[in-house]
């Protein structure tokens, strides 16, 4: 059976254009409730089109068009596709351009959040392990704890309470440790103090954290996000250039059902998902030998061969990870030779090639 995925089908709809129009159907933001359902006989897809009222008549051949377009894709049995004027929008051609809300980050070339559907599946583990070797590669790299209610950055990096220092235009200045730039709410808190915040705190705390911080010039700025798709997460999305996002998932089923959640929201937001990283994937017993599936095993790739998107590898559910991160000493640079140590270099490899395949020259999200 083919598994046929969102990400192809919004691919496939860039390349149409409303009449009087140079932009796609996609980059207006008309593709609504996109549905794609993978059955024995074939994919069946679903979405709407939406247009301004006095429009309907005139983008019927559009519809139309935008359906057997995907009618074309391999493995789709059926296509719906109608078109709505729920909102009342001018017509295509006098359309504005929406005011730029996003914060500028313009020293940094590329942006990736390393997220999760849930929390407990090690997401800011690996995301400071990735950190670390794409610093150790000879990337200029940042790392941002977006946890605001749980950040643990500051503990898995080892970097000492205090408030960070300021530059003279009042910019937060970034905390260099093992050759990362690090930013984190928990530098400015102590580290058993709750944050009983409500959204639109949550939410100028993360542009503070983003767009108040002297970042300078990176190669690349990871994200470490909070678990699950709520507001912090929209922050994130609609206000930076995110060149990709990584999901963290145990190979466990619950664990894999909050991580296709994670993907659908990048991919709804047409945020690239570079790829799923399965952790805490085996224990190997370090007196025996034997090794152990306590999550179960293999789910997480055959989750990435179903929605379509790259599998970046296991990490092994290793002591080793466990004792380095509690001493603020990441495994890729305490034990460089250990097995998750090479793992991890392997992922951030594989991320940094995808990076370079956005952008050959290197330049610019």
């Known amino acids: 059976m083919h598994n046929l995925n969102e990400s192809s089908v919004l691919n496939t709809l860039r390349a149409l254009k409303p009449p009087g129009s140079d932009k796609d159907i996609v980059a207006l933001n008309m593709v609504s409730g996109l549905d794609v359902q993978n059955t024995p006989d074939g994919a069946k897809v679903r979405f709407a089109i939406e247009v301004g009222p006095e429009e309907g008549e005139a983008m019927e051949p559009l519809r139309k068009e935008a359906e057997e377009a995907v009618k074309k894709l391999p493995g789709v049995a059926s296509v719906a596709a109608i078109l709505t004027a729920h909102r009342h929008a001018p017509p295509i051609s ?18 990736v959040a390393v997220a999760s559907g849930k929390g407990g599946v090690g997401k800011s583990t690996v995301a400071v392990n990735l950190a670390v070797a794409f610093a150790r590669d000879g990337l200029k790299t940042g790392l941002l704890d977006a946890d605001i209610y749980g950040p643990s950055v500051p503990r898995l990096m080892g970097v000492p309470e205090g408030k960070p220092g300021m530059n003279a235009e009042g910019e937060l200045l970034p905390v260099m440790q093992h050759g990362v730039a690090v930013m984190s709410i928990g530098f400015m ?14 939410h100028r705390a993360l542009q ?55 993907i659908n929201m990048f991919l709804k937001a047409h945020v690239p998902v570079l790829g799923l990283i399965e952790n805490m994937s085996a224990f190997v017993c ?4 034997q090794t152990s599936h306590i999550f179960g095993h293999g789910g997480a790739k055959a989750e990435a061969e179903k929605l379509g998107v ?10 080793a990870v466990r004792e380095t991160s509690d001493a603020g000493r990441p495994i890729v ?15 951030a490899g594989a991320i940094t090639t995808a990076l370079q395949g956005q952008n050959p020259d290197g330049q610019g999200r």
């Open 333 to 347: 640079a305490a034990k460089t030779e250990s097995p998750p140590a090479k793992a991890y270099r392997r992922m």
């Open 286 to 289: 370090p007196h025996c030998g």
């Open 208 to 262: 503070q954290l983003l767009g108040d911080v002297a970042w300078g010039v990176l190669d690349v700025l990871v994200i470490d996000m909070p678990p699950g798709t709520g507001d912090a997460q929209l922050t994130i999305v609609q206000q930076t250039s995110l060149s990709g996002a990584i999901i963290v998932s145990t190979p466990q089923d619950i664990a894999l059902l909050d991580a296709r959640k994670g």
């Open 189 to 202: 808190i102590k580290e058993d103090t709750p944050m009983i915040w409500r959204g639109p705190m949550v």
């Open 94 to 111: 006098q359309k504005q351009p929406k005011p730029e809300t996003r914060i500028d980050l313009g020293g940094v070339k590329h942006i």
């Open 310 to 319: 790259p599998f970046l590898g296991e990490i092994p559910l290793d002591v």
